[in-house]
């Protein structure tokens, strides 16, 4: 009896040994870094600033904390794509981003492994574009999170493998609907409200953690410019958690919002924006940060808040004012969230100390598909220099009824066409064609709008096709569009003459014609007109949300002239001289009965 006690005493101080040194293991085992960054924007200006600068420029100075980092990861608010058109999102007023393959350069020059790409611009050139962004993505050795080819693969994490530690990244929007995945159609993760997060990720959640050590979640959520989460998005936050999720790392309101720390976890409501185009900022737009999260075997221990400046197409670190702004701003919105946090100072960054609790799977089984970080490479040539589809092999047929013009800087106007109609709070789109000569570096376009009988107008400045056909990347007798979705400001409303021309901002040269009268003094070339009305008008894009073509009331309007301010003013007008009318008649039976 005694053996056998003894035989089960030293069972159990096996066991507690083993236990203990596996405690040992995991709590000295190897410290990882995962930076990850707010929105990340490179259409529109972008794609000529890397032909003209290079694609490491945007982030050169940022090395230091992405190629540090194990695992690097952004929100990427743009497709990557040659394919596509403009995708009907039921907005008045959208935004389009597209770039060309050549940007994609930046990422993998400056080392990222994943992005997460359920946002509301995924889907802006439809899903045609969103398959080729998830393709170009793959060949690059990059993973998007939270898009798919049907709402099945958008819902799944993707696996990141670093050293001997696996992470499982899920993304998702609560953005619009029509950028939403289906069974049979591609697109994004679109979860509209917190019931259906929890139902649509909490088994998908539960299964990850079978198959990762970590599980990241990375949310496009609420809206953009608020200064802070809504109650709605802390609860949603804290039940992620529960649910197994070990860190939140949010984006969507291109501006900083402040860290909560959740039973150890950390919670970064939004991360900003990182790299954009911008060179004129809103609201606090500019104040960044880049955010280390520290990880092993016990969890995310660590995080080292960044302070950053975002500039024209390229982020830097923040200094002197910039630096001190942008740390007093995140302690006083942590501390909001949670007046416990306690920020530690560590040279310019921020850092907070993380006791998360060790819930890692005793048996972890590999997953399907494991992406390997630090394993991101350039696209080949004949992908990324492949054109867009706005690059045309002929010219269009509806071109050749139209009398070419040919302009200074070696381009020829060969036709343009827009649409006949727009509600006076939408936008519509317009297209031009041209024949170029060769490379044009640092052009611009204009079109400006003229209302025919007032002195109502606009213009509209922008990068030609949107970054989808550079002048910087044209070459000898390319045949391309300059199509755009125009977004005027508010207008009176009326017949708009619309004229378009190319412009060199630094120069200040702009195209006109040569040795033709076509256009105008200051170089615009008639491209067509508009009527811009309300009444009858739908409020949906014209050119996407619908035609653009004028129907027999809509043309009487336009002949008559009539706007809703105008027909406003003839109601109001009525009313005056109708009650002008009764005062007197009423004025003329008074009379009657008192002469009687």
């Not at 959520?221 to 958690?241: C, F, M, Y």
């Not at 900083?256 to 924006?273: A, C, Q, R, S, T």
């Not at 039976?589 to 009687?596: G, I, K, N």
């Amino acid at each position: 009896m005694r053996y056998k006690s003894l035989l089960i005493l030293c069972c159990l101080l096996i066991a507690i040994s083993g236990s203990a040194m596996a405690n040992d293991n995991a709590t000295n085992s190897k410290t990882y870094r995962l930076f990850a960054s707010g929105d990340t924007m490179l259409s529109r200006r972008f794609p000529s600033q890397v032909y003209l600068n290079g694609p490491q420029w945007p982030l050169q100075q940022l090395s230091d904390l992405i190629q540090g980092a194990d695992i690097a990861m952004t929100n990427l608010e743009c497709v990557i794509a040659t394919r596509g058109t403009f995708w009907n999102k039921q907005e008045h007023k959208p935004f389009y981003y597209r770039a060309p393959p050549v940007v994609l350069d930046v990422l993998t020059a400056a080392g990222f492994d994943v992005v997460t790409s359920a946002n509301n611009h995924a889907m802006d050139f439809g899903p045609d574009a969103l398959m080729e962004h998830l393709e170009l993505l793959e060949t690059a050795g990059i993973a998007a999170v939270g898009s798919g080819r049907n709402v099945t693969a958008a819902t799944q994490p993707k696996y990141i493998r670093t050293g001997d530690m696996t992470l499982a990244i899920f993304g998702m929007t609560t953005y619009n609907a029509p950028i939403a995945a289906h069974e049979n159609r591609p697109g994004v993760l679109w979860l509209d409200n917190n019931a259906k997060v929890l139902q649509v990720l909490g088994p998908a959640i539960v299964e990850a953690r079978h198959h990762a050590d970590l599980v990241v979640f990375s949310p496009h959520w609420g809206g953009n410019w608020t200064e802070g989460p809504s109650a709605d998005r802390v609860e949603l936050a804290h039940k992620l958690i529960d649910l197994g999720v070990d860190a939140i790392m949010g984006h969507s309101a291109h501006q900083l919002h402040g860290v909560e720390v959740y039973k150890g976890h950390p919670i970064v409501y939004d991360m900003g924006n990182f790299l954009w185009d911008l060179k004129e900022f809103k609201k606090r737009t500019q104040l960044t940060a880049g955010f280390v999260f520290e990880f092993n075997h016990t969890g995310f221990t660590r995080l080292v808040i960044h302070p950053l400046q975002m500039q024209f197409v390229h982020t830097v670190h923040a200094e002197g004012a910039v630096l001190t702004k942008i740390q007093a701003m995140m302690i006083r919105m942590s501390k909001a969230l949670n007046p416990a946090v306690e920020f530690q100072h560590d040279g310019d960054a921020l850092v907070l100390q993380l006791q998360p609790s060790h819930r890692g799977q005793e048996n972890i089984t590999p997953p399907g598909k494991i992406y390997v970080a630090g394993q991101t490479r350039s696209l080949p040539d004949q992908l990324r220099m492949k054109p867009s589809n706005v690059v045309y092999g002929a010219i269009p047929e509806w071109v050749n009824k139209h009398q070419s013009i040919r302009l200074t800087q070696g381009v020829e106007f060969l036709g343009a066409r827009m649409v006949e109609a727009a509600h006076r709070d939408a936008g519509f789109t317009a297209e031009i064609v041209l024949k170029v000569s060769g490379p044009l570096n640092a052009w611009l376009a204009e079109i400006k709008g003229v209302e025919r009988h007032g002195d109502d107008q606009f213009t509209w400045y922008y990068p030609v096709a949107y970054g989808n056909w550079p002048p910087e990347s044209w070459r000898e007798n390319d045949i391309g569009a300059d199509l755009i979705f125009v977004r005027p400001p508010q207008l009176k409303g009326g017949t708009y003459d619309i004229s378009w021309r190319l412009v060199n901002p630094v120069s200040g040269e702009v195209t006109s014609p040569v040795g033709a009268a076509d256009g105008h003094a200051d170089g615009f070339i008639p491209i067509g007109e508009i009527w811009m009305g309300s009444l009858g008008i739908p409020r949906e894009a014209a050119g996407v949300s619908w035609s653009g073509v004028l129907d027999f009331f809509q043309t009487v309007l336009k002949t008559l002239n009539l706007t809703k301010p105008r027909i406003m003013l003839l109601a109001r007008l009525s009313v005056l001289a109708l009650i002008l009318v009764l005062v007197y008649i009423m004025i003329k039976v008074w009379r009657r009965r008192t002469l009687v």
